[in-house]
């Protein structure tokens, strides 16, 4: 399962029209979470480096498109987890081309563009064994919420690094994420407040210098938990 913001949905969209009669392309940023579902958080447009003629039916990365598109992943502690292609006048299914460049692991997201107008929107990955290519399911998420978790409290969380919870606050988000593992709770609350020893990241932002547990979330930010370290003799 695959699974986008409205935001990055209507966004790919958008690409896909202002590209028409040509093919759109572009990254898809997020992270991977209980073994192998994807959440987008952002996308990456790429410009379409086909030669002019051939766009309207072809879509090409350029390795260096591609190497900006790791950096900017990284920089936003995402990875690249596929790309997305529009398919002017076309059904929003792969062709005999796509699958011949495709790679396992990557969703390959198209988005079907009828007369100017976006319209079917579907997911693609290729098997391991390059034989065939599946469809995987495609959902708007509003909502979602990645918690990282730092390496010490990993024991609560059954040893995932990340972990989906919904909520609109960040106060609401991690009472989510101790509700989902209850002896972690200790760890996080002393009493109704945070422990002092635990600092929250929106993205690269401490909590502390926004609105902290009140702090707005739009649904695609990454939250992180970082523990204060400190000692002495
Ligand atoms: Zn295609």
């Known amino acids: 399962m695959i699974q986008l913001s409205a935001q990055c949905l209507d966004a790919i969209r958008t690409e896909g029209e202002k590209a028409y009669p040509n093919e759109c392309c572009g990254a898809l940023l997020g992270v991977i979470f209980d073994d192998d579902k994807r959440l987008v958080q952002s996308i990456f447009p ?3 480096a086909r030669e002019q003629t051939e766009q309207y039916h072809r879509f090409e990365i350029e390795p260096e498109d591609l190497l900006r598109a790791e950096k900017e992943a990284r920089s936003q502690n995402r990875d690249v987890l596929g ?10 299914r792969p062709s005999e081309y796509d699958r011949n460049n495709a790679f396992p692991f990557y969703s390959y997201l198209i988005v079907s ?3 100017k ?3 079917a929107l579907t997911s693609w990955r290729l098997s391991d064994d390059r034989k065939e290519i599946f469809e995987e399911v495609v ?3 509003t909502m979602a919420v990645i918690i ?3 390496t010490a409290l990993r024991g609560f969380t059954e040893r ?3 972990v989906e919870v919904e909520g609109q606050t960040v106060g609401e988000a991690i009472n989510a994420l ?6 972690l709770r200790q760890h996080l609350y002393q009493g109704e407040n945070l422990r002092s020893f635990i600092n929250v990241f929106v993205g690269d932002t401490n909590i502390k210098k926004l609105e902290g547990l009140d702090t707005k979330l739009s649904g695609n930010e990454t939250v992180m938990l970082v523990p204060a370290i400190a000692g002495g003799a």
């Open 46 to 48: 790429i410009t379409n």
């Open 83 to 92: 790309f997305y292609h529009s398919h002017p006048d076309h059904p929003a």
């Open 113 to 115: 563009v009828e007369k």
């Open 117 to 119: 107008k976006a319209a």
């Open 139 to 141: 959902k708007e998420e």
């Open 148 to 150: 990282q978790i730092p």
């Open 160 to 162: 995932k690094h990340e």
């Open 178 to 183: 101790a509700g989902k593992y209850p002896d």
